[in-house]
């Protein structure tokens, strides 16, 4: 499963952790149109149609902007809400913002080397941690653990 976009994006890295500043402008011209929506401007994929919803194998998820590991399979469970969701987030790979938006109160996630949006976290998700990190497929990059 490889990343098209990231082809052309000269700020993929699966190894760099350096901090990105990258403009919204910049990000326009690299990114496809969808995940530039969901990324940059917080526009969230439909329910029920994003490529990891219904997906369990075994490997690791990367933002699809820029590459920083952010998801574990392992800590990945079905949840019926439509999107992709995870009790536990890689504490190196993610950030947290309080999120007004459209009348609610939620928590944003954001990518800690991209800034991008990623999703919302919950507390209604299952033990150990009681969260569930709603994600957009979009934003994330799969790779299996298993040999090509
Ligand atoms: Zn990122």
Known sequence: MEN?????????????TTKLDISNEEWKKILAPDLYMISREAATERPFTGKYNEFDEVGEYYCAVCGNHLFRSTSKFTSSCGWPSFFEADKEGVY?????????DR??????????????VFEDGPKPTGLRYCMNSISLEFVSDLPK
Do not use: Q, W
């Open 4 to 16: 098209i976009e990231a082809k052309n994006n000269p700020y993929y890295s699966r190894t760099d």
């Open 107 to 120: 928590i944003e996630v954001l990518c800690k080397r991209c800034d991008s949006h990623l999703g919302h």
């Open 96 to 104: 947290y913002k309080r999120d007004f938006a459209y009348g609610m």
